[in-house]
């Protein structure tokens, strides 16, 4: 089945400053990467996804890529806010299948 | 326009009771995931329920058991609880035509004892 791993497990940037967080997948017909946002003791909240038939996808400062080739995908925070502080969370969808496999999760920590 | 919600909040059982929880998906969704989240992890795909039928599974004993109700909403029972199914249970729905996107509920922490 489908495995994706996350790294790094931590992340600490200064305010203003770029994030990336990164995560590979096993499961090469995987079609659908979201990404969450959990913030503590709150929901995991979807900010940005992307298909298997694009390579990129931009809202606002934050920008995901996905290289089918190398079978891994980003998440890249620009001008990074203390707000943006919480778990960032990677997933992939199984293709032909219902299943979302998610990440360990990221902790970003933004330093005013 | 109500997002996903679920109840209880929190919950706190003994070893060997059942429970149950429940969710009701965002308006306009079909489709029903619940997920277990360990403290520090990533949520752990349950099943998923569609047509008041469950249509996958992950890989949870047959102690995890489901329903789906006309109306959408859906409920998890565990049966003879483990202190290890301690964790948050959050329910994700998304409409099946674009089963894709999902949108989490607030979680019930159970806590077993």
């Known amino acids: 089945g489908e495995n994706v791993e996350q790294h790094p497990s931590t992340l600490s940037v200064q305010e203003g400053d770029s994030a990336v967080i990164k995560c590979t997948y096993s499961d090469s017909a995987s079609n659908y990467f979201p990404w969450y946002k959990q913030e503590l003791g709150k929901r995991p909240q979807l900010i940005i996804d992307?298909?298997?038939?694009?390579g990129e996808k931009k809202d606002q400062r934050i920008a995901v890529t996905l290289n089918k080739t190398a079978k891994h995908f980003s998440l890249h925070i620009t001008e990074t806010q203390p707000e943006d502080s919480a778990v960032y969370f990677c997933?992939?969808?199984?293709?032909?299948?219902?299943?979302?496999?998610f990440g360990a999760g990221t902790r970003l920590f933004v330093k005013a | 326009d109500a997002g996903v919600t679920q109840s209880p909040t929190h919950l706190i059982k003994t070893r060997g009771q059942q429970v149950t929880l429940r969710c009701s998906p965002k308006?306009?969704?079909?489709?029903v995931s619940w997920y277990q989240q360990a403290l520090g992890q990533g949520p752990q795909f349950i099943f998923q329920y569609y047509e008041e039928e469950e249509r996958q599974r992950g890989n949870f004993p047959d102690r995890f058991s489901g329903h789906q109700f006309p109306n959408y909403s859906s409920e998890l029972n565990v049966n003879a609880l483990l202190l290890g199914d301690s964790a948050l249970y959050l329910c994700?729905?998304?409409?099946?035509?674009?089963?894709?996107?999902?949108?989490f509920g607030p979680g019930t922490r159970l806590t077993v004892l």
């Open positions: 992307i298909r298997s038939n694009v």
């Open positions: 308006s306009g969704h079909d489709t």
């Open positions: 997933a992939a969808k199984e293709a032909g299948g219902f299943k979302t496999i």
């Open positions: 994700a729905s998304s409409r099946d035509r674009a089963t894709d996107t999902q949108y």
